[in-house]
């Protein structure tokens, strides 16, 4: 903020440079939580499971990024929220609702049973 504040670098660069900032804190933090308190298991017992969790984490960062463009609009600050909470949303939200509510699903499907 400062080097744009005199004039050394543009603003797009100052943008990219808080959007990575606010990525990398949102991951950082999240993966604690996620490794302290979720334990997210990426494994699902079939590849229709394992669509089902694409689509619903795909569509999560899309509200996310898309959404909140709307709702707050765009700026230094609000882009760096955004994309804190896009990599929160990825690291805690996301594995959240599957181990909750997705996990009862997986584990009703029949074991293969190998010979």
Known sequence: MILYANGTIEQNYVSDCLKAAGAGVGFATGMYIERVYIRFSTKAKSLL?????????????????????????????????????????MTVGFPLIIKRFFAVAERDEPEKISQ
Do not use: H, N, P, S
């Open 49 to 89: 499971w394992q669509i089902i969790k694409f689509i619903i984490g795909i569509a999560g960062v899309l509200v996310v990024k898309e959404g909140l463009k709307l709702v707050i609009g765009t700026g230094l600050i609000v882009d760096t929220i955004r994309y804190f909470l896009m990599l929160i949303w």
